[in-house]
């Protein structure tokens, strides 16, 4: 049997890193890599043939768990007719039917392969739309790799304390402007000095890439409201909290009206897909009908617009209000059981998503997750993987629980969490 170790040693010769996103490579925690053989419901095996328990659920998309028998059987079905055209199909005018359904800001929309695609994409189309260039983001928010999104980035380049920008001309992020999350007083500022040249202010409305951060009340209205007042657009980033907060996403959790919307993950169910859609008059200015060009060869291909059609169909019968309950619950008496052991503690938890930071202070936006103990962190990662729990290699990053979890998971992980000894 080929080990996790063997894999990663000769990954290491042939893809930079050893491997094809930076935070797998688990160097911020000191540990390699597990290198996966199979997954089902909410467990992991691994080329080692060992067994975990996954918060990971592939950064999100698994809402359903993993291997879900309807969307193993869409994508067998689809793939027995063809993986990929190049030309328009059904199943993707069915996909786009079913996300604005679901999507209360959604009008029209546009397929793309990723999270980074659908982000830069919405960001050519605000600024070709209103004839400017500049974008606000926030402190710690992720929004793909696309030049104008790393400055001052959560995810995994916060993780790998990697510089924002190396290889990003300063004439591209000089056009990016920053804000904390949270602070609307510095959102005006911001807008005060360079509003005639925002083109659109660009938000994970429950920020995921600093770990989980919850809108403070008043917050996500008042991005809306200051955005409408200065003639830029409202852009949600719901890659991951599209259809995991809630099933129309955190817009239709919070009751706000974004001008665009970002999408990825669960609408693939688990294969590469990203999209990006809002109001009509402003989606129809992408080519060809409108002169705003953006393509892609595997947009809207029938493998991920059929994983993503059964993933959508499937969760619309879901009992989401369940499932927040019981990870509620989960999360909180994790939290309990580590604060039991004299070590900070702080609990941010939304539907089926949580971080436990190690720290004392309330957690609302980039600078207070950097409060989180970072060696307290290693240690539990190292101790829960250890008993079969896999969590993220960062406390920059959400669990996600699924609807494949059970109480005998939740059980075993907190058994494991009971063992955990802190120095």
């Known amino acids: ?134 974008v606000l983001k926030f402190h710690g928010g992720y929004h793909g790799h696309a030049d104008a999104f790393l400055a001052s980035a959560g995810s995994g380049v916060a993780t790998q304390s990697i510089p924002g920008t190396p290889g990003v001309p300063q004439d591209v992020v000089k056009h990016t402007h920053l804000a904390h999350y949270n602070d609307l007083n510095g959102v005006r500022a911001v807008f005060d000095a360079h509003g005639a040249d925002i083109a659109a202010v660009i938000v994970e409305p429950v920020a995921g890439n600093m770990g989980l951060v919850l809108p403070q009340p008043g917050f996500l209205q008042g991005l809306r409201e200051i955005t409408r007042a200065h003639g830029a657009l409202l852009i949600f980033d719901e890659v991951i909290t599209g259809f995991r907060v809630a099933f129309g996403g955190a817009q239709a959790a919070f009751g706000i009206d974004p001008d665009l919307t970002c999408l990825g993950k669960i609408i693939g169910g688990g294969l590469p897909v990203g999209a990006y859609g809002g109001k009509k008059e402003i989606m129809e200015y992408i080519a060809p009908k409108g002169t705003v060009y953006q393509a892609g060869t595997l947009s809207g291909n029938p493998l991920a617009m059929a994983a993503g059609l059964a993933t959508v169909q499937t969760l619309a019968t879901q009992k989401y209000d369940v499932l927040a309950q019981r990870t509620a619950e989960f999360s ?12 900070p503690v702080w609990r941010n938890h939304i539907a089926s998503l949580f971080t436990i930071f190690f720290t004392e202070t309330a957690v609302t936006d980039f600078p207070t997750a950097q409060t989180s103990d970072a060696d307290l962190f290693i240690q539990f990662y190292t101790q829960m993987r250890e008993r079969g729990i896999y969590l993220a290699p960062s406390g920059y990053e959400c669990a996600f629980t699924s609807f494949a979890h059970t109480d005998a998971d939740f059980e075993r992980t907190l058994e494991a969490a009971r063992a955990v000894r802190f120095s």
Not at 40 to 64: C, F, H, K, R
Not at 106 to 129: N, W
Not at 332 to 343: D, M, P, Q, S
Request: aromatic content about 4%; some cysteine.
């Open 332 to 343: 909180k008496e994790l939290e309990n059981i580590l604060r039991a052991k004299g070590v």
């Open 1 to 134: 049997m080929t080990s996790s170790h063997d894999l990663f040693r000769r990954a290491e010769t042939l893809i930079p890193g050893g491997v094809n996103s930076p935070v797998r490579a688990c160097k911020s925690v000191h540990a390699e890599p597990l290198f996966i053989a199979s997954a089902n419901g909410s467990a992991l095996t691994t080329e080692d043939g060992q067994q975990y328990i996954d918060y990971v659920m592939s950064w999100g998309p698994m809402l359903l768990g993993h291997n879900h028998p309807v969307v193993a059987q869409a994508i067998a079905d689809t793939a027995a007719k063809g993986t990929s055209f190049g030309a328009p199909c059904r199943l993707e005018v069915e996909l786009a039917q079913a996300v604005i359904d679901a999507v209360p800001g959604i009008e029209m929309v546009r397929m793309v392969s990723s999270g980074t695609e659908a982000t830069m994409s919405a960001l050519r189309l605000a600024r070709g739309y209103t004839g400017r260039n500049g």
